[in-house]
């Protein structure tokens, strides 16, 4: 999900719906919700999901998304969203392997090639791009980074973070603009274990502060709880 800077718009991406093939084992693509369809959604009372945009099928694109794609095992074609400062969408399209930036009226504005985007956050003060890239390595695995960009318009990788080997695939990031230094969350098994780590922005590269998911150990490192 991602909302306007004024906060009357809600744009939902990454949506995807297998249905059972016929005659075959595994799913297909319902084409009520085709892969690379974005939503939107109006804050009023009453108001439901619509098409915002579709983004363009790859002509090798299957009927439905399995581990022969590009772009992992049976998850959406279509990555994360964010809106920037002027309510512009900017998208992760795994599919055709590039970030798309989109206006309000659903025109194509710009972007640029990336492979394996899978998480996006737009700092709004400044226009720089954080991307968590996510490239299928077997089963519930992924190897994962930390991208930094100066802006869609320029497409300019200022820095890399690379997690651990083995993450899984599954993770969150999130972005705290709201000081100078911007300060990045990422939730997931990234470290090889389950955390939850703020990572600031230091201009040419990210250093991770914290780990949110330690911080209730002892110092052997064991979890308390009330059996």
Not at 8 to 23: C, E, Q, W
Not at 120 to 137: A, L, S
């Amino acid at each position: 999900l991602a909302t306007s800077p004024d906060g009357n718009t809600i744009y939902l991406s990454g949506l995807s719906y297998g249905v059972k093939a016929d005659n075959k084992e595994g799913l297909k693509a319902d084409t009520k919700w085709p892969d690379g369809r974005i939503y939107r959604l109006e804050n009023k009372t009453g108001a439901l999901m619509t098409k915002f945009v579709d983004l363009p099928l790859p002509d090798n694109a299957p009927s439905f998304i399995d581990s022969n794609t590009s772009y992992g095992r049976k998850h959406s074609g279509t990555g994360g969203a964010d809106c920037d400062a002027q309510g512009n969408l900017v998208v992760c399209d795994r599919m055709n392997k590039c970030i798309r930036v989109f206006n309000p009226e659903g025109k194509e504005i710009g972007g640029f090639s990336l492979e394996w985007a899978q998480n996006i956050q737009v700092h709004r003060k400044t226009g720089v791009i954080y991307i968590m890239t996510n490239k299928n390595n077997g089963y519930r695995q992924a190897i994962k980074k930390l991208l930094k960009f100066s802006s869609w318009k320029e497409g300019k990788l200022l820095a890399e973070f690379a997690f651990a080997s083995g993450a899984e695939y599954s993770a969150e990031l999130a972005l705290d603009d709201s000081s100078d230094q911007a300060i990045l969350w990422c939730a997931g098994s990234l470290i090889g274990k389950p955390s939850l780590l703020r990572i600031e922005d230091k201009g040419d590269k990210f250093e991770v502060t914290t780990n949110l998911m330690d911080l209730n150990k002892d110092r052997f490192g064991v979890k308390p709880r009330i059996a």
